[in-house]
């Protein structure tokens, strides 16, 4: 299926550092704050080193930073490794950098939450992924924000949440048995139910943003061709649902 994705809308140039903060002040009642960063158009926007300058603005506006920590190699059978303070998440710079200034990191194996601050899933069950009783699904309870800075697209692990929630026919969930290691020594088996997919699927995310925005769930920022997408977890459900109901395709197609 051929990827449709919003493309930007022009080059990034420089940007004042106020309005950056403008933005983030809208936001400003939420003490935490889940991430997605394209660290190479902050870089542009700002001439800074882009990780430093982030960290600082979010840990400046929210109390708490949330990151994923995604590793999907778990699933390999030759890996069926996870180790919490040296496996490395697969997506994105910004996500890898942040190991060293990160709290805390769930015990999911293959879709870690990496935090920043004192926002916990104490009470979750972090090895069934997509379930209401997981991580994510203390996001949607939490109607947590999620922030995609410098991403030409909008970026939502929340969504595989509502692929399975709703039990969409393209994904499938499956157990992977493996370790986890928690430090140098302590470690223990574990099996980790996520999800697959059963056929090369891409979401159409250009459709997704129009529909989000026309019922007022996404805001759009473009700071001189830098982007950022601001949404909550359960607002998504709330304006997804429905939709993928009636068309359990929508979000592909």
Same mark, same amino acid.
């Given at each position: 299926?051929?990827?449709?994705?919003?493309?930007?809308? *022009?080059?990034? =140039?420089?940007? #004042?550092?106020?309005?950056?903060? #403008? @933005?983030?002040?809208r936001y400003d009642d939420h003490a935490t704050v889940f991430v997605h960063v394209g660290l190479s158009d902050v870089e542009t926007a700002f001439g800074c080193d882009p990780y430093e300058f982030l960290l600082a603005k979010l840990?400046?506006?929210?109390?708490s930073v949330l990151v994923q920590g995604f590793t999907p190699s778990f699933r390999h059978p030759d890996v069926r490794?996870?180790?919490k303070e040296y496996s490395v998440p697969k997506y994105g710079t910004?996500?890898?950098?942040?190991?060293?200034?990160?709290?805390?990191?769930?015990?999911?194996?293959?879709?870690?939450?990496?935090v920043r601050g004192e926002y916990r899933f104490d009470d979750c069950d972090h090895h069934d992924t997509w379930s209401p009783e997981g991580c994510f699904g203390a996001l949607d309870r939490d109607n947590v924000l999620f922030l995609?800075?410098?991403?030409? +697209?909008?970026?939502a692990a929340q969504i595989?949440?509502?692929?399975?929630?709703?039990?969409?026919?393209? @994904?499938?969930?499956?157990?992977? %048995? =493996?370790?986890?290691?928690?430090?140098?020594?302590?470690?223990?088996?574990?099996?980790?139910? *996520?999800? %697959?997919?059963?056929?090369?699927?891409? +979401?159409?995310?250009?459709?997704?943003?129009?529909?989000?925005?026309?019922? =007022? @769930?996404?805001?759009h920022y473009d700071l001189n061709g830098l982007t950022l997408f601001a949404f909550r977890a359960r607002d998504l459900r709330h304006a997804l649902a429905p939709r993928i109901e009636e068309e359990p395709y929508f979000l592909v197609t």
């Open positions: 299926m051929t990827a449709r994705r919003q493309l930007r809308e *022009s080059d990034v =140039g420089a940007v #004042a550092e106020s309005r950056l903060d #403008a @933005v983030l002040d840990d400046e506006h929210f109390e490794v996870y180790h910004f996500s890898s950098l942040f190991m060293e200034d990160s709290d805390y990191r769930t015990d999911d194996a293959t879709n870690s939450i990496q995609d800075i410098g991403t030409d +697209w909008i970026r595989h949440y509502l692929e399975v929630l709703l039990n969409v026919p393209y @994904v499938t969930t499956a157990e992977y %048995e =493996g370790y986890i290691y928690y430090d140098e020594a302590d470690h223990e088996p574990v099996t980790q139910r *996520s999800h %697959e997919y059963e056929l090369a699927m891409t +979401w159409n995310r250009a459709k997704i943003r129009q529909y989000l925005e026309r019922r =007022g @769930v996404l805001d």
